[in-house]
């Protein structure tokens, strides 16, 4: 069992920048594929970017390609998103997630098996 914790968000204007961090416990790191999410309120849960287990394959969806960087470091069982550039349309609460199936990338929520509490991100414009 996987034990996912977020941290970093917050308040920030528009075209500011925010680093969030989710430290994982419980498990052996790097055997899992990780993902970051992000719900708005009255959305659906949606993929932001992805990260395979040791760090070589990465995703993003479109909204966030050039603006976003998801990495992580397996020492330090740690998942980051480093987040420039930001837009009042990246307000939501953000979510790492953690899963067992051995694909390389996962980009769905269904394929995620650990969720973390969520980190709220607020862009002012």
């Known amino acids: 069992q996987v034990q996912l914790e977020e941290s970093g968000g917050g308040l920030v204007q528009a075209g500011g920048s925010l680093s969030l961090s989710c430290a994982a416990s419980?498990?052996?790191?790097?055997?899992?594929?990780m993902g970051w999410f992000r719900q708005a309120p009255g959305k659906e849960r949606e993929i932001v970017a992805a990260?395979?287990?040791?760090?070589?394959?990465?995703y993003y969806a479109d909204s966030v390609k050039g603006r976003f960087t998801v990495s992580r470091d397996n020492a330090k069982n740690t998942v980051t998103l480093q987040m420039n550039s930001l837009k009042p349309e990246d307000t939501a609460v953000y979510y790492c997630?953690?899963?067992?199936?051995?694909?390389?990338?996962?980009?769905?929520?269904?394929?995620?098996?650990?969720w973390g509490q969520g980190t709220q991100v607020t862009v002012s414009s």
């Open positions: 997630a953690a899963g067992r199936t051995p694909y390389v990338l996962l980009t769905t929520v269904a394929q995620y098996d650990y």
């Open positions: 419980g498990g052996t790191f790097s055997r899992y594929p």
């Open positions: 990260i395979s287990r040791n760090g070589g394959n990465t």
